[in-house]
């Protein structure tokens, strides 16, 4: 019996040792803060519908100069488009007996005017934004090149009877 108290006591005092004993410190590692998408991947987002708005928000780039140009063609081509459509639509409208004669003339003609308006202004836009940039980019060339070999540089020596008055 003595025996078994004398190895519960060196079991004992040896965990107790151990867990006294220092821990060799541990190298300091640099924690990067998690994605949200991670954080947030075990939570409801039914719960909180403008949260998962938030999240599924991408920032967009303001566009330049040569964006709005491209812009401005596509709008043009879609204005086109769109009265091509709607002079179909009308002419089978006719064909179909729908609408009359002189309603397909107004239709036809108050759509063309609709459509070249439109046209007329993007196009205005256009040409505005262009002619900023083309300026602005002849400004810049200007702005760059060297003087012109034609420039005659005079310096005047210190030692020169003119350079000392």
Same mark, same amino acid.
């Given at each position: 019996?003595? =025996?078994?108290?004398?190895?519960?006591?060196?079991?004992? =005092?040896?965990?107790?040792?151990?867990?006294?004993?220092?821990? #060799?410190?541990? *190298? *300091?590692?640099?924690?990067?803060? #998690?994605?949200?998408?991670?954080?947030?991947? !075990?939570?409801?987002?039914?719960?909180? #519908?403008?949260?998962?708005?938030? @999240?599924?928000?991408?920032? $967009?780039? #303001?566009?330049?100069?040569?964006?709005? =140009? *491209?812009?401005?063609?596509?709008?043009?081509?879609?204005?086109?488009?769109?009265?091509?459509?709607? &002079?179909?639509?009308?002419?089978?409208?006719?064909?179909?007996?729908? @609408?009359?004669?002189?309603?397909?003339?107004? &239709?036809?003609? $108050?759509?063309?005017?609709?459509?070249?308006?439109?046209?007329?202004?993007?196009?205005?836009?256009?040409?505005? %934004?262009?002619?900023? @940039?083309?300026? %602005?980019?002849?400004?810049?060339?200007?702005?760059?090149?060297?003087?012109?070999?034609?420039?005659?540089?005079?310096?005047?020596?210190?030692?020169?009877?003119? !350079?000392?008055?």
């Amino acid at each position: 019996m003595k =025996l078994r108290q004398i190895l519960v006591a060196i079991v004992i =005092l040896a965990t107790v040792w151990h867990t006294a004993a220092p821990q #060799p410190k541990k *190298k *300091k590692t640099q924690v990067d803060a #998690p994605l949200l998408e991670r954080v947030l991947s !075990g939570t409801s987002t039914q719960s909180n #519908p403008v949260l998962s708005d938030l @999240i599924a928000l991408k920032p $967009e780039m #303001p566009l330049g100069p040569q964006d709005v =140009l *491209k812009s401005y063609e596509i709008a043009m081509s879609l204005v086109v488009e769109k009265a091509s459509t709607d &002079f179909s639509i009308i002419v089978q409208s006719q064909q179909a007996s729908q @609408i009359s004669r002189e309603q397909t003339e107004y &239709f036809l003609q $108050e759509r063309y005017q609709v459509a070249m308006m439109q046209f007329q202004v993007l196009s205005a836009l256009h040409d505005v %934004l262009k002619h900023d @940039i083309d300026h %602005l980019t002849q400004q810049a060339k200007r702005s760059l090149k060297p003087p012109s070999s034609d420039a005659v540089l005079v310096l005047l020596l210190p030692n020169s009877p003119s !350079g000392c008055r």
